[in-house]
């Protein structure tokens, strides 16, 4: 092996680089790698899933369409001919932490925050709990939710937690089939939904107004509903004005601005309501006697000197038969490579992971589960220019085998289905096309199998 020292990056020996997840903070960290004009580079992009984009595809509120639109931009970047995406290979089973760094210079993780915090209450594991993660990667069609049974027979439905998630999962629970057909929800969600009983639904959020995390465009949007009616309680939104002059940010005071107009209006009669709840927490999930949600109990709360929420002793039980807790995002470890299990990150400094030359991390595995899209993209940046300043000091471990053909042979071995981004490309074109026959912005393919086997059939006819 060439010692770092020895080994001068050059167009015929570029800097070899293996980003692990094709999500945003992976797509902003190959840009920004492509960007730099210091160091030639060469990039592979891995992801699990046959298809790129993370969050935004399978993440991203279906009915918010705009924010998709970023996804014009990381085109462009993985179409680059020093860029390739191969879809369909896990790290960790199809390519092993060792076989990365026999082939790359440096490895970039940009995994996410997959897993979800659980609520830590009796009766969580009842049939109709489950994380708002769950839920959203259900009715976007991921892969790996898509073939769950999603038994929607609640007229009651309580979502635990007050961010943008949680108001997304909310709105998708009371919107009109009408409004969701200009979505590219999935298809088995929206025939799902279509049939759904459910009349209330309680957004919670265990202390006041003024904590909220969500951002007034989605608050904003339960206002505009055909067929549900906001409702809120003045005395649960109630601020003072010692509090209120305290409040230097602008999203919380549009806020406070939007909650007092819904607390003001008198419900209109449609035939859904959203009920958006503050000092109020979930101490235990009830059981209908069958192993089913039958019941949320909440506490009352009100706040102390530091704004934290202290149960009043005074309990209510919200008449729900289905609970999704959406109180954060958690990450989860890849083989090999240093987790820290608390904080459910990978534990570094400015991107440089603990204890290992030539690995970085980006996004939300690099500091937790904070911010947009956008923020994301100089969370990338300031890591690749710490990648781009240890390559030129030398202190990267040199590759053995930096070749993208050396790779290609190993997955081959293996069996392995790559996806290209070409496939990609060719499937994207088929579910906008079938969308377009249906009336809607995309129909897409949800299951992997499916995927591959447009594929197949593409690569067929393009053959014969």
Avoid: C
């Amino acid at each position: 092996m060439t010692t770092p020292s020895q080994q001068h990056f050059t167009p015929e020996r570029p800097l070899r680089v293996a980003v692990i997840g094709s999500g945003p903070s992976g797509v902003f960290a190959t840009e920004a790698l492509l960007k730099q004009a210091e160091v030639p580079v060469q990039v592979d992009v891995f992801d699990r899933l046959p298809t790129p984009y993370g969050l935004v595809r399978y993440g991203v509120a279906p009915d918010h369409l705009t924010i998709k639109s970023v996804t014009k931009g990381f085109e462009k970047t993985l179409s680059d001919p020093r860029v390739r995406f191969l879809g369909n290979v896990e790290f960790g089973t199809d390519l092993t932490y060792d076989e990365a760094r026999a082939h790359y210079d440096a490895l970039i993780y940009t995994v996410g925050a997959s897993s979800d915090r659980r609520l830590g209450i009796p009766g969580e594991d009842l049939k109709g709990s489950m994380s708002a993660t769950e839920f959203v990667a259900w009715y976007n069609g991921h892969p790996d939710a898509a073939a769950r049974e999603m038994v929607l027979n609640a007229t009651g439905v309580a979502v635990v937690g007050v961010g943008n998630v949680a108001l997304d999962v909310s709105r998708i629970l009371v919107k009109t089939v009408e409004e969701l057909q200009g979505s590219d929800i999935a298809a088995h969600a929206l025939t799902a939904l279509e049939q759904s009983p459910v009349q209330d639904v309680w957004v919670l959020g265990r202390r006041g107004p003024l904590q909220a995390k969500f951002t007034t465009k989605e608050l904003r949007e339960f206002g505009e509903l055909s067929g549900a009616d906001p409702i809120v309680k003045p005395e649960e939104i109630a601020v003072s004005e010692a509090e209120e002059a305290q409040v230097s940010d602008n999203v919380v005071k549009k806020n406070l601005e939007v909650l007092r107009d819904f607390a003001g209006r008198t419900p209109g009669g449609k035939p859904r309501r959203i009920h958006l709840r503050f000092l109020v927490s979930p101490v235990e999930i009830l059981d209908d006697g069958q192993g089913n949600v039958g019941g949320l109990k909440v506490e009352k709360n009100r706040l102390d000197e530091n704004g934290n929420a202290v149960g009043t002793g005074e309990y209510e039980t919200l008449p729900v038969q289905m609970v999704l807790r959406s109180v954060g995002y958690k990450g989860v470890g890849l083989p090999g490579v240093p987790f820290d299990e608390k904080r459910g990150v990978i534990p570094n400094t400015e991107g440089r992971v603990e204890g290992r030359a030539g690995e970085y991390t980006a996004g939300w595995i690099k500091r937790g589960p904070s911010g947009v899209i956008g923020t994301n993209r100089k969370d990338a940046v300031d890591t690749v220019a710490h990648l781009i300043k240890d390559a030129q000091a030398g202190t990267l471990p040199t590759a053995g085998q930096p070749t993208r053909a050396a790779v290609d042979a190993l997955l081959k071995s293996r069996g392995v289905d790559v996806y290209s981004f070409e496939d990609w490309q060719t499937l994207d074109a088929h579910e906008l096309a079938q969308g377009q026959a249906q009336g809607r912005p995309r129909a897409k393919v949800v299951h992997k199998h499916e995927m591959l086997s447009h594929r197949r059939k593409e690569m067929q006819r393009a053959e014969g």
